[in-house]
C-alpha cells in the first residue's frame, strides 16, 4: 500500500469516527460535499481539459467549523495549469525566457540555476510531459474557520486557518510538493440580495521537496455575488497571488460565473476565467460544477 492510499484511507477513517462520535441519531455537525468539475483550458497553440472530483467533509460547531479537502484529479493535455497548485509549467518556461546568468547577482544566479536544474530533471515537468493524460490525488487539506458576531449593519467576518499536505506528486502537476500553513481573513458584507466578500491570506512553506526555492506568498480576493431570484445567481471575482518563486509574475485573475441553486442538497456553477493576458497561463478557462451536500 502506497503512501498516497494510506493517507486517503487514514482520513475516511477518521471523518467516520467524527461521524459517529458526533452523530445523535437526528442531527450531526458533519456535512460531506462531493463535488465534480470540469475545466477546459485554452492556450495558443494547444488546450487542456481537467476533470476534478472533491470529498469536502465539513464538521461545524456553534460559529466554528473544520474542513478537510481530498481532490482527485483526471487531466488530459501536456501543457496545463492547475487552478489549485502553484504552476510549475509556467514557472520553468518563464525561467527559460528570461535574462541570461551572466548579467544577474551571484544570489539570483545561484537560485536560477537551481530552478533551471529542476526543471530539467523533470523535463519542464508537465510542460514536455511526455504523457497526454495525468491523475491522481492531490495534496489534502485541513483548515478550520471562526466565524466572527456581526459588527454593524450586516458586516461580519471570520478568522480561518489551514495546513495542506504534500501528498500529490508536483511533478505531474498534482501537487505543490510542498507542506504549507496558511492564514486568512474574510469580511462578509450584505445588502438585499447583493454580498461582498474580500479575503486576505498568507501562506508559510514548512517544508519543501523541489530542489529550487520556494518563498512564502500572500493572496487575497474580493468576491460580489448577486442571487436575482431564489435558485439564480451571478458572481465576479478578482484573485491575487503573490509569486513564491523568484523569476515567475504575481497572478491576477477574473472569474465570472453563474450559480445555480437546485435544491438544499444540490447545486451547480458555470465558470469563466480570464488570466489577463500573462504569460504562460491560457487565453481561457471555461467550465462547470455540480455538488451534492449530506
Not at 17 to 41: D, K, M, V
Not at 99 to 126: F, H, I, K, P, Q
Not at 235 to 259: K, M, P, R, W
Amino acid at each position: 500500500m502506497d503512501h498516497i492510499t494510506m493517507i486517503y484511507k487514514g482520513t475516511l477513517a477518521t471523518l467516520f469516527l467524527l461521524y459517529a462520535t458526533y452523530s445523535n441519531g437526528e442531527e450531526t455537525p458533519l456535512n460531506i460535499s462531493l463535488s465534480l468539475e470540469q475545466a477546459h483550458q485554452s492556450f495558443d497553440q494547444e488546450s487542456a481539459d481537467i476533470y476534478s472530483l472533491f470529498l469536502t467533509p465539513t464538521l461545524s460547531f456553534k460559529n466554528k467549523d473544520i474542513t478537510i479537502s481530498i481532490p482527485f484529479q483526471h487531466i488530459e493535455g501536456s501543457y496545463f495549469v492547475n487552478n489549485i497548485y502553484p504552476n510549475l509549467p509556467v514557472i520553468c518556461e518563464q525561467t527559460s525566457t528570461t535574462e541570461t546568468l551572466s548579467s544577474t547577482s551571484n544570489r539570483l544566479a545561484e537560485r536560477r540555476t537551481a530552478l533551471a536544474n529542476y526543471c530539467n530533471e523533470t523535463d519542464g515537468a508537465v510542460s514536455a510531459n511526455i504523457h497526454n493524460s495525468v491523475e491522481g490525488i492531490g495534496d489534502i487539506q485541513l483548515f478550520a474557520n471562526y466565524y466572527l458576531p456581526v459588527w454593524w449593519n450586516n458586516l461580519s467576518g471570520s478568522l480561518g486557518a489551514g495546513y495542506k499536505h504534500d501528498n500529490g506528486d508536483e511533478t505531474l502537476g498534482l501537487g505543490s510538493g510542498t507542506r504549507d500553513i496558511m492564514a486568512e481573513l474574510s469580511v462578509f458584507w450584505q445588502w438585499r440580495t447583493i454580498n461582498i466578500i474580500p479575503v486576505a491570506g498568507y501562506n508559510h512553506i514548512l517544508t519543501s521537496r523541489p530542489s529550487y526555492p520556494i518563498s512564502d506568498y500572500a493572496y487575497g480576493s474580493i468576491t460580489m455575488n448577486w442571487q436575482i431570484i431564489r435558485k439564480l445567481g451571478i458572481s465576479g471575482q478578482y484573485h491575487y497571488t503573490q509569486t513564491n518563486v523568484e523569476f515567475e509574475d504575481d497572478l491576477y485573475s477574473i472569474v465570472y460565473a453563474i450559480n445555480l441553486g437546485g435544491t438544499s442538497h444540490f447545486g451547480a456553477r458555470l465558470f469563466y476565467t480570464d488570466y489577463l493576458d500573462q504569460s504562460g497561463y491560457p487565453n481561457y478557462e471555461i467550465g462547470g460544477s455540480f455538488s451534492y451536500n449530506y
